[in-house]
Each structure stands twice: as structure tokens, then as C-alpha cells.
């Protein structure tokens, strides 16, 4: 099946500070990604919608300035945390469309700020 | 808007007893497409199965199966000859295929836990 990577898996960072989260489709072209965040016990709330060579849409109450994305390639999509402070912790997790309108998932990437 | 609910947040059940997971929908579309994903411990998202809306024959994978009743906008899985790697937080999703480049609209989840 389709392999979705994220890096990296765990980040700790002090507050202020931005950090970058990478998703990679390896071994199919993603035209579309998916941004989301997880908190514990709790669904997927879906962050943004990554479109390759255009600008993502940022869905309902989600700073688009503090979440920068970035879709560059057809398997690359990037997830910029701006000024990260301890209530941006969570569990990010991005998601590739494939041929048949599956979403095929990374294994996410755990934020803790200080 | 569509709403996807799913009404039992955990389930215990026995290894090789069946359990069945409830999910209803709403929505005014006719053409869409249904999910369960399962998300182990490891929180890594697995797809289980898929339905398509136009399809009356409900889909199968290996012991997974559902029951699609699109009248009554439900969705169950069914899990047959449970496995202690089945233990898991179950989502069904719903997707409009042509809405939103096809994001996916998740349950809260149900929590399924396989005993010895």
C-alpha cells in the first residue's frame, strides 16, 4: 500500500521558537495532503487542506499565520508551527489522497513546548 | 454539513467474539464514499475499509465487514474472530469526493479493547 512518512516523530522545542514538520509521500504523487491535529482520547480535527503549487486552505478558527503550510512538490508538504507556545502541543498527523479517494495517513508527530 | 456519529465510545470484547461498531451519518448527497480507520496504540492511522455510496454490496476485508444501510444513513463494522491486535480506537469518516478536494469528516471514535 502507499507509505506516508512525517518528520520528525517527537519534537520538544522552548517556547517562541518554530518548528518545521515534514509529510512525504514515498512512493506515490499526492496532489492533495491533509494537515490535522489530535489531542489524547479525542478524533482528528482537520487543520488545513495542502494543495501542490498553491496555497493551502485553513479550516474554521486555525491561524493560518501561525501554521504556515507549504505543498512545494507532489510529495512533499510541510507544516510550520510559528512562535510555538505550550498550548500548540498536540499530535500532528498529515495524510496523502490516493487513486481512490483514501486517505493514506503518516505516523504523526508529537509536539511538546515548554 | 455533514455529521458523522458514532454513539458507544468503548467496547470490550473477547479474543475470537465478534463486536460490531455503530456509526450514522447525515447528509443531503447522494454520492460519497465511507471509512473506518483503525488507530492502534502506535496512533498511527490504518485503513480498514471503504465503502462507496453506490454500491449496495457491502464491503469486506478478511474478517472486517459492514453494513451499510444507506436509507437509514448507518455504517457499522463488524469485527469477526477478534484479536488482541485489534485493540484500538475505530473512526468512521465520510467523504464527498468532489467537496473540499475530499477532506474526511471523522467520528468522535470508539475505543475497542480485546481481551484474553
Known amino acids: 500500500g502507499a507509505v506516508v512518512s512525517q518528520h520528525p516523530s517527537w519534537v520538544i522545542c522552548k517556547s517562541g521558537t518554530s518548528v518545521k514538520i515534514e509529510c512525504r509521500s514515498l512512493d506515490f504523487q499526492a496532489t492533495t495532503m491533509f494537515w490535522y491535529r489530535q489531542f489524547p482520547k479525542q478524533s482528528l480535527m482537520l487543520m488545513a487542506t495542502?494543495?501542490?503549487?498553491?496555497?493551502?486552505?485553513?479550516e474554521q478558527g486555525v491561524e493560518k499565520d501561525k501554521f504556515l503550510i507549504n505543498h512545494a512538490s507532489l510529495t512533499l508538504s510541510t507544516l510550520t508551527v510559528t512562535s510555538a507556545h505550550p498550548e500548540d502541543s498536540s499530535f500532528y498527523i498529515c495524510?496523502?489522497?490516493?487513486?481512490?479517494?483514501?486517505?493514506?495517513f503518516g505516523p504523526g508527530t508529537r509536539l511538546t513546548v515548554l | 454539513a455533514q455529521t458523522v456519529t458514532q454513539s458507544q465510545p468503548e467496547m470490550s470484547v473477547q479474543e475470537a467474539e465478534t463486536v460490531t461498531l455503530s456509526c450514522t451519518y447525515d447528509t443531503s448527497e447522494n454520492n460519497y464514499y465511507l471509512f473506518w480507520y483503525k488507530q492502534p496504540p502506535s496512533r498511527q492511522m490504518i485503513l480498514v475499509i471503504r465503502q462507496e455510496a453506490y454500491k449496495q454490496q457491502n464491503a469486506t476485508e478478511n474478517r472486517f465487514s459492514v453494513n451499510f444501510q444507506k436509507a437509514a444513513k448507518s455504517f457499522s463494522l463488524k469485527i469477526s474472530d477478534s484479536q488482541l491486535g485489534d485493540t484500538a480506537m475505530y473512526f468512521c469518516a465520510f467523504m464527498i469526493p468532489t467537496d473540499s478536494w475530499g477532506k474526511l469528516q471523522f467520528g468522535a471514535g470508539t475505543q475497542v479493547v480485546v481481551t484474553p
Open positions: 495542502s494543495n501542490e503549487g498553491s496555497k493551502a486552505t485553513y
Open positions: 495524510s496523502a489522497s490516493g487513486l481512490y479517494n483514501e486517505q493514506f
